[in-house]
C-alpha cells in the first residue's frame, strides 16, 4: 500500500515562485515513475510533468523551462519547483504514482495541494 501526501501549495503572484512536495509511503517508490497532475477548476486533470526511477523527466509543453521535478529516493520524496508562475498554473496538483509491478497498474494518488496564481 502507498500513501501520498502533497504539500507546498499556496497563492502567488504571477512570476512568483513555489515549491510542491509529495511524501511516500510504502517500499514500491523507488522502483516507479512518479508524476505530477493537475486539475483547473472545470478541467480535465492533465499531466505536467513525470521522472523515471532513473532520474529522466518529462514534462507538458506549458510548463517547459519553469517547472522542474526532482525526486530522492533515499527519502522517498517528489518534488515540483515551479518558477515563472502564471495565472493559468492554477490548480490543484496532485502526486501519483503507477505501479508497475501490478496488472492493471494500480494508480496512487495524493489528496492535492492548491496553487493559486494571482495576476
Known amino acids: 500500500q502507498v500513501q501520498l501526501v502533497e504539500s507546498g501549495g499556496g497563492l502567488v503572484q504571477t512570476g512568483g515562485s513555489l515549491r510542491l512536495s509529495c511524501a511516500a509511503s510504502g517500499n514500491i517508490f523507488r522502483l516507479n515513475a512518479m508524476s505530477w497532475y493537475r486539475q483547473a477548476p472545470g478541467k480535465e486533470r492533465e499531466l505536467v510533468a513525470t521522472v523515471t526511477r532513473g532520474g529522466s523527466t518529462d514534462y507538458a509543453e506549458s510548463v517547459k523551462g519553469r517547472l522542474t521535478i526532482t525526486r530522492d529516493n533515499a527519502k522517498n520524496m517528489v518534488y515540483l519547483q515551479m518558477s515563472s508562475l502564471k495565472p493559468e498554473d492554477t490548480a490543484v496538483y496532485y502526486c501519483?504514482?503507477?505501479?508497475?509491478?501490478?496488472?492493471?497498474?494500480?494508480?496512487?494518488w495524493g489528496q492535492g495541494t492548491q496553487v493559486t496564481v494571482s495576476s
Open positions: 501519483n504514482l503507477d505501479d508497475i509491478g501490478t496488472v492493471p497498474r494500480r494508480r496512487y
